[in-house]
């Protein structure tokens, strides 16, 4: 059973970082593209960021260009959201997700954590 669990959630003034950790029980990590979603109170999930197989490419949504890194480490089998100068509306709960190919689509995503909750105070 396939099992992500994302870490480094918290609370966090506005312009302050945090660093979002998603650890996966798969021994094919590697095969996969992994990306990151968000979703706020009485708001639909989003597509925060993504990355592909090897590391290669890199995909954002455009709200997080620039303040946003999506990295990966494939002999530790995790994901990482570098998340800078942080706003209070990236207040949400942050998903990550497993995929055959990089995509800001989540029903191309199979595995999904439980999320990890962000909240950035103003």
């Known amino acids: 059973q396939v099992q992500l669990v994302e870490s480094g959630g918290g609370l966090v003034q506005a312009g302050g970082s945090l660093r979002l950790s998603c650890g996966a029980s798969?021994?094919?990590?590697?095969?996969?593209?992994m990306g990151w979603f968000r979703q706020a109170p009485g708001k639909e999930r989003e597509f925060v960021a993504a990355?592909?197989?090897?590391?290669?490419?890199?995909y954002y949504t455009d709200s997080v260009k620039g303040r946003f890194t999506i990295s990966r480490d494939n002999g530790k089998n995790t994901v990482y959201l570098q998340m800078n100068s942080l706003k209070p509306e990236d207040t949400a709960i942050y998903y990550c997700?497993?995929?055959?190919?990089?995509?800001?689509?989540?029903?191309?995503?199979?595995?999904w954590g439980q999320g990890t909750q962000v909240t950035v105070s103003s």
């Open positions: 798969l021994r094919t990590f590697r095969l996969y593209a």
């Open positions: 990355i592909s197989r090897g590391g290669g490419s890199t």
């Open positions: 997700a497993t995929s055959n190919e990089i995509s800001s689509e989540g029903r191309t995503y199979d595995y």
